[in-house]
């Protein structure tokens, strides 16, 4: 089992920026790969993005590509979130997870995510 940790969030202004963190431990983190996901008040959870474990492949959703840039530092045990050009449709809770798969590609779909984070709150005003 993997346990995740979030930091950052909070209220920003439209066209702002936040960065979420998200630390695990449990497993080596060079093996995990760590997806993103948002709940809007009223809606279903919807997939923000993902990079596998080897780092050399990431997946976003429609809605934040080329604002939300995903990354990880092995060495902190570490992903993370930098969201910008902030909209008031951003507003929601994130989530980070985890996906301890080695193989496949559900993880670029948001599937099979097997360990989850507390959530944080983003809050952009317009």
């Known amino acids: 089992q993997v346990q995740l940790v979030q930091s950052g969030g909070g209220l920003v202004q439209a066209g702002g920026s936040l960065r979420l963190s998200c630390a695990a431990s449990g497993r080596s983190f060079r093996t995990i790969t760590i997806g993103w996901f948002r709940q809007a008040p009223g809606k279903e959870r919807e997939f923000v993005g993902a990079q596998r474990w080897t780092g050399d492949s990431t997946s976003y959703a429609d809605s934040v590509k080329g604002r939300f840039t995903i990354s990880r530092d092995n060495a902190k045990n570490t992903a993370y979130l930098q969201m910008n050009s902030l909209k008031p449709e951003d507003t929601a809770v994130y989530y980070c997870?985890?996906?301890?798969?080695?193989?496949?590609?559900?993880?670029?779909?948001?599937?099979?995510?097997?360990?989850w984070g507390r959530g944080t709150q983003v809050t952009v005003s317009s």
């Open positions: 997870a985890a996906d301890r798969a080695l193989f496949g590609d559900t993880w670029r779909r948001g599937e099979g995510y097997d360990d």
